[in-house]
């Protein structure tokens, strides 16, 4: 047969046979496919929509906390009060995606207005009397009120006020640890003459902010949980921190993960074990022992607002950031500005007429009014940090904190209130 004749045949053979029933498989399976493409492309708009509509429903709280004036718990005590806010329920799935629930989240908040130090703490209004009870436990002699937020009183204005923000990510990975409150030893509750308190340098730079100016420390957590999607499966979950300090172990100890061996086998196959330094011994320690105690997800932001005429650069970013480094330690972790947001644009030609920055500006200020980082609008990876380390970036600073400006209240033997809110 000719080869045009044998193209003609094929044609005949498509266009009679395999073409139609092909049309009418594609026909018989759009309304499945076009079904799962819309459940797949708006899903997460739905949960967004069911997360924002519960949020907005919701009553919150601003508690400001007044210290005693002799506070001589070290933070221990606040590590016991944070493993009381370790919540890791997200509830049914129809009350995560239908009625919106969520794994309910904190704002732990060091904040300084002029020069005027201030704890606080942000909850949702159905958990306040958790909160009190907690820190009553602790510390009885604490004044706990309900305020007004500050954070509502300030209005970006560009032409009045100009604002720098910043959220912090780690130095290295997750799983290391940064300088905590037992590496300074404040654990054994020694005297206070004697206390090297890592938060204290802190306290002292918001106690220096002047007039006309603010900085707010916004510390939000919210209950870690082993819910990413393991790789290579569909529906298993595990905890990439857990294992990735498991890992960083058992690379430091050049141990076989599966067999917990340490060594390299020599020329006659015997094992040699490492030889590690003291650092290396220490990182191993502190690894250890984090992984032993409650974690949470935690975003940490800060602003520095002022006055366009009196913006202080080297004391406003340069306190927030440098303070922020007496948590570091070179072989465990530290705390570095994120890339994925800060405003600082220093040369004209990245930042025509100040456009980027005023934008960075204003939306960071109602991402801090809002409290938003684990769920839309506002949202960035979260760092990994034990009870332990963040015990040691907020809690109530002994005497030895002579900032005037941290105000306290008369120390007194007291109970917790009766009328505790409900």
């Known amino acids: 047969m000719p080869l045009d004749q044998t193209f003609v045949s094929v044609l005949q053979l498509l266009h009679v046979g395999l073409i139609p029933q092909s049309l009418q498989f594609v026909i018989t399976l759009a309304p499945i496919v076009l079904t799962v493409f819309l459940c797949v492309t708006f899903w997460g708009l739905w949960v967004d929509y069911v997360r924002s509509d519960q949020f907005l429903g919701l009553k919150y709280t601003l508690l400001e906390l007044k210290l005693p004036k002799d506070t001589f718990k070290s933070p221990k005590a606040m590590e016991v009060f944070l493993n009381s806010l370790h919540n890791t329920a997200d509830g049914s799935h129809y009350a995560q995606y239908w009625k919106g629930e969520t794994r309910p989240w904190y704002s732990l908040e060091l904040i300084s207005i002029e020069g005027q130090v201030k704890f606080m703490i942000w909850t949702e209004d159905r958990r306040k009397a958790g909160v009190f009870s907690a820190l009553y436990s602790q510390f009885p002699e604490i004044e706990i009120k309900e305020v007004e937020d500050y ?80 790789p290579g499966h569909i529906f298993k979950k595990h905890d ?51 992984i032993t105690k409650l974690p949470f997800d935690v975003g940490i932001r800060a602003l520095y607002i002022a006055k366009k005429d009196i913006f202080n650069t080297p004391f406003g970013i340069g306190g927030i950031i440098g303070n922020m480094k007496q948590f570091n330690a070179e ?92």
């Open 331 to 422: 072989n465990l972790n530290g705390f570095k500005p994120s890339k994925h947001w800060h405003n600082l644009l220093g040369d004209p030609w990245q930042d025509y007429k100040n456009m980027r920055r005023n934008r960075f500006g204003s939306l960071a200020l109602v991402a801090y009014r809002r409290r938003s980082y684990f769920y839309t609008p506002f949202t960035s990876k979260p760092l990994v940090l034990n009870t332990e380390e963040l015990a040691t970036i907020y809690h109530f600073p002994g005497s030895v904190s002579k900032t005037p400006t941290l105000e306290r209240v008369p120390s007194k033997r007291a109970q917790a209130p009766s009328n505790l809110p409900t």
């Open 151 to 230: 954070a509502k009183s300030v209005q970006f204005d560009p032409d009045k006020i100009r604002v720098f923000a910043t959220e912090f990510a780690f130095t290295k990975a997750d799983p290391y640890p940064i300088k905590t409150y037992v590496d300074y030893g404040l654990d054994k509750d020694p005297k206070e003459e004697f206390k090297v308190d890592p938060l204290l340098p802190l306290i002292e730079y918001l106690g220096s902010v002047g007039p006309n100016q603010q900085v707010w420390f916004q510390f939000m957590i919210r209950a870690h949980k082993d819910d990413q999607v393991k």
């Open 240 to 290: 990439s921190w857990k294992e990735g300090a498991e890992a960083e172990i058992n690379k430091i100890m050049q141990r076989d993960p599966k067999t917990k061996v340490s060594g390299k086998p020599n020329e006659q196959g015997f094992l040699i074990g490492p030889t590690l330094s003291k650092p290396e011994q220490d990182v191993i320690e502190a690894i250890g022992r984090s």
